[in-house]
């Protein structure tokens, strides 16, 4: 069954850092796009970061400099590594694969004090 799964959600305090993951299972992430999207409670979804098959990145501007998304061929799973984190950062936050329309569950990261 292809799905992906996504952990490493958790309460943080402002400052702090977590690194999301996404696994993938039946299909090999280093042949597509992979997205990281976040959706805060009342807000519409936003993209936060996306990589290519050759490895090319890219940042939202509100998370640039303090997130990185990165792939890890071997385990075939997806990262977000955030890092300064701000209550604004609070939200929801899936996975996607584009070409296959295929989302995680979603994992929710919480920034307060």
């Known amino acids: 069954q292809v799905q992906l799964v996504e952990s490493g959600g958790a309460l943080v305090q402002p400052g702090g850092s977590l690194r999301l993951s996404c696994a993938a299972s039946?299909?090999?992430?280093?042949?597509?796009?992979t997205l990281w999207y976040r959706r805060s409670s009342g807000q519409q979804r936003e993209m936060v970061a996306s990589?290519?098959?050759?490895?090319?990145?890219w940042l939202a501007d509100s998370v640039k400099g303090r997130f990185t998304i990165s792939r890890d061929n071997a385990k075939n799973t997806m990262y977000l590594q955030m890092t300064n984190l701000r209550p604004g950062d609070t939200a929801v936050y899936y996975c996607?694969?584009?070409?296959?329309?295929?989302w995680g569950q979603g994992t929710q990261v919480t920034v307060s004090s």
């Open positions: 990589m290519g098959p050759e490895g090319t990145t």
């Open positions: 039946e299909i090999n992430l280093r042949d597509t796009y």
């Open positions: 996607n694969i584009p070409a296959h329309d295929l």
